[in-house]
């Protein structure tokens, strides 16, 4: 049983509505039992309750991520971090530094690479990595998590298939770097079973670490499947261990697993195309700088509509990945024939990434009811928020109109709810707020309280846990963000900047004293 504790003095966003706010709540037993003015909860105060006294700071809901990938978010931050080399060179240096700090035959781990960013504009191949470290298996893994490279050593312990779609060849051989599909079908599950269970847990609790650290509470762990093996099991199993609150999606069109699990819900990046970046993403007209190339489906149509099909049926909510127009077709077909199969009211089916959907695709998924996830934070990271300068080399000028388009999913009544795809953008809700409201396009901006409402109100919704959370009110869990500033008084360009100083989950605070320096 919790102790009851009264917050006063604070400015407290409900977003139960636009322009709702508070001065003070109560708390008791994990959950809102009141929330009104100072006056309101005076005579608890009187009573000697608990007090805290916020001091005039912002109280929001507590954050969600809709979209992230907590096992290769751990993965990632605990391999060596390659997001700020210059060069090939550099590259090389760090993994050699690695390879002599670790046992011999030791995997040595690269993260956060994007071969864009760097002056040879490619991925290192085994030759590269072999001229390092010959003897250690190297694995370097792109920002997207959509492309990879591996040296000789590497290649020999995953025994990859040389016809396997996806791995770049030179003369008949491997040159160690692996794209879409390879690396979804092939890659990720096999590294995923090298990986022993009692370092998956770690991995797993320094990704909630990194998630509690920056407002959010709840995840939305989109794990497991085809690209995980067992990995949502695991997740779920351990999930009171885990500082934040776990929803899990499992990745897989078998349905088995999620109907053992008893899971509402299934897929998440069940990725039927692949990454602009990697130029996988499956496109009607071709890629720019690459005019032969349309991308990638991961899936035939016959498969999609099948796996569609059967979990409508089954009552479950779906999510599937889908970055570019193609693949989105692929997918809103298959869900407005599976519903036509079988209709359902309140399904909340979402469409995973959305990043370049046509016109015609927005009025359809209104009309069948479809939701989206998205990831604004794509923007400053890939896309370029100046003028999506990044993306206009791979789409041209044209296609920017329909790139994240926002504003026009809203205004067709489509529910957005936000993520971050971690670990291809870090945990950072307000970050992601910051690039919603700031979209370089500025016919696709929302307002401020539509942005916090995809990290906040309709996440809940989106898992159908709107009882529960998303917005502080009666009843609702005592999960709340403590902000060192309101983000309705600051610069929409200094959203960003705002400090996490407290979080509550079931009216615990969670974080040290000192996080406001965080």
């Keep these: ?175 160690g770097v692996i794209r879409d599909p390879g690396i979804l079908t092939f890659v990720h599950p096999t590294m995923g079973k090298l990986t022993p269970e009692e370092e998956k847990i770690e991995f797993l609790q320094v990704a909630a670490r990194m998630a509690l650290d920056k407002g959010i509470t709840t995840l939305h762990a989109l794990d497991g499947g085809d690209l995980g093996p067992g990995d949502t099991r695991v997740i779920w199993a351990n999930r009171d261990k885990f500082p934040v609150r776990i929803v899990c999606y499992n990745q897989s069109m078998d349905l088995s697993e999620v109907e053992e699990l008893e899971f509402p819900r299934v897929g998440g990046c069940i990725c039927a195309d692949g990454a602009f970046e990697a130029h996988t993403a499956a496109l009607f007209e071709p890629y720019v700088d690459e005019p032969d190339n349309y991308g990638e489906l991961t899936y035939s149509q016959e498969r999609m509509d099948e796996f569609i099909l059967e979990a409508n049926r089954a009552g479950l909510q779906i999510a599937v990945h889908c970055e570019s127009d193609r693949s989105i077709e692929q997918v809103l077909w298959a869900m407005e024939k599976a519903l036509r199969d079988f209709p359902r009211v309140d399904h909340r089916h979402r469409i995973e990434h959305l990043e370049l959907p046509t016109f015609n695709q927005i009025e359809r998924m209104a009309k069948a009811g479809i939701m989206t996830g998205m990831q604004p934070a794509f923007i400053p990271a890939f896309i370029g928020q100046e003028n999506m300068e990044l993306y206009e080399t791979l789409l041209g000028k044209e296609r920017l109109k329909r790139v994240h388009p926002y504003r026009t999913i809203l205004d067709h009544g489509i529910p957005i709810c936000g993520g971050s795809d971690s670990p291809v953008t870090p945990y950072d809700p307000l970050a992601g707020i910051q690039a919603a409201v700031s979209h370089p396009n500025v016919d696709e901006r929302v307002t401020l309280h539509e942005a916090l409402e995809m990290f906040t109100k309709t996440a809940a919704w989106s898992a159908f846990e709107e009882k529960e959370k998303g917005t502080i009110g009666l009843g609702k869990l005592a999960d709340l963000v403590v902000l060192s500033d309101d983000p309705f008084a600051v610069d929409t360009h200094k959203v960003a900047d705002i400090r996490i100083e407290q979080v509550f989950i079931g009216g615990q605070p969670q974080l040290s004293e000192t996080n406001g320096d965080n």
């Design 1 to 175: 049983m919790n102790e009851q504790l009264v917050m006063m003095n604070g400015n407290i966003i409900t977003m139960s509505s636009e322009g709702s706010r508070a001065q003070a709540l109560v708390f008791e037993n994990g959950r809102i039992v009141m929330v009104g003015s100072n006056a309101d909860v005076q005579s608890l105060v009187d009573q000697g309750g608990s007090v805290l006294d916020l001091k005039g700071k912002t109280i929001l809901p507590g954050f969600i991520d809709t979209h992230e990938h907590m096992m290769l978010t751990g993965f990632m931050a605990a391999a060596v971090h390659l997001d700020d080399v210059k060069n090939l060179e550099e590259i090389l240096e760090r993994i050699s530094e690695e390879t002599g700090q670790s046992g011999k035959e030791s995997w040595i781990l690269g993260s956060y690479l994007n071969e864009q960013n760097i002056a040879e504009k490619r991925m290192p191949t085994r030759v590269d990595l072999d001229r390092v470290c010959p003897d250690n298996p190297v694995f370097l893994l792109h920002a997207t998590g959509h492309m990879c490279s591996f040296n000789s050593k590497a290649l020999e312990i995953i025994n990859v298939p040389l016809n396997l779609e996806g791995v770049d060849m030179e003369s008949g051989q491997p040159t």
